[in-house]
């Protein structure tokens, strides 16, 4: 196999990830905000509270879009890459570095919520969020996803990172023997 084959099946992988993922946070996402609401009030404290604090996970269309650009990217490159078109090497030279800072900051802060939540509310000044069980509500909000969210999300972050790196191996590696 190419190097080049490896690198665009890569990226159609990663592309895929991404979609996957933007279409269950569109279509649960409201299920799982209201799930996290209702065990905020269960608490005792105002649904509002996570609102009036940043706190969401439901997912509008426009913010749908940023992964599916994301997505599409990946795919006209893998696309270019296939075609041995020096455009997609250099393209993907300069994307997928992105991709590994980015996307992978962004995967983590996926995967751990409920610490980030936490440290956040620690820190604020708002007593209420003090006295709020962080994991109760995120347990909540993330039992409304498919089961199956999470090690997607865990692949996605393996593909951002180690994956990029390989295809920025696979197309030097492609580079040097053209």
Excluded: C
């Amino acid at each position: 196999m190419s190097p080049e084959l490896i690198a665009a099946a890569v990226q159609l992988a990663t592309a895929a990830t991404f979609v996957i993922i933007a279409a269950v946070a569109f279509r649960t996402g409201t299920a799982a905000q209201r799930a996290a609401e209702a065990e905020v009030e269960r608490q005792g404290l105002p649904a509002g509270v996570l609102a009036a604090n940043k706190v969401r996970f439901d997912e509008s269309a426009a913010e749908a879009l940023v992964p599916l650009a994301i997505a599409a990217v990946l795919v006209v490159l893998a696309v270019l890459n296939l075609t041995g078109t020096p455009a997609g090497r250099i393209g993907s030279w300069i994307f997928q570095p992105i991709l590994l800072v980015v996307g992978g900051y962004v995967t983590v802060s996926q995967l751990r919520t409920t610490r980030m939540l936490q440290a956040a509310f620690a820190k604020s000044d708002d007593e209420r969020l003090h006295t709020l069980n962080v994991a109760s509500f995120v347990d909540a909000a993330t039992g409304a996803y498919p089961n199956w969210l999470r090690p997607l999300q865990v692949a996605r972050l393996v593909l951002v990172t180690a994956g990029s790196l390989l295809i920025i191996i696979l197309l030097v590696i492609a580079a040097r023997n053209s």
